[in-house]
């Protein structure tokens, strides 16, 4: 498998708050990683759940999230009849518990 690259031409907020919040994973010790799929939710879609705890005491849970939501609405209202690929677009959601 390739690894992915990154695109040089993207930059907003969102992935600066994400940035941020993945260097703090720097300089730390991993101490158990689980992985699964998040408790089911109504509003939501399924989604892949990566949680990683660290020897420090602190816990980073990686998720998935999509704009699933605002495409269905687009649908729902008549905005849109077609999809296609860009239009969807898949995130990772981090969260950190101290």
């Known amino acids: 498998m390739r690894a992915p ?16 919040r993945a260097k703090k994973m720097e300089g730390k010790t991993v101490k158990k990683i689980s992985f699964g799929i998040r408790t089911h ?7 892949d759940v990566l949680q990683v705890e660290f020897t420090d005491g602190t816990t980073l849970y990686i998720e998935t999230a999509t704009n699933t939501q605002n495409i269905i609405q687009s649908v729902k209202y008549g905005k849109r009849s077609s999809l296609t690929p860009p239009d ?10 101290d």
């Open 5 to 20: 690259k990154f695109d040089a031409d993207v930059e907003n907020l969102r992935l600066d708050i994400q940035r941020k």
């Open 41 to 47: 939710d109504a509003d939501v879609h399924r989604s």
């Open 88 to 97: 969807f677009h898949a995130d990772l959601h981090l969260t950190w518990v």
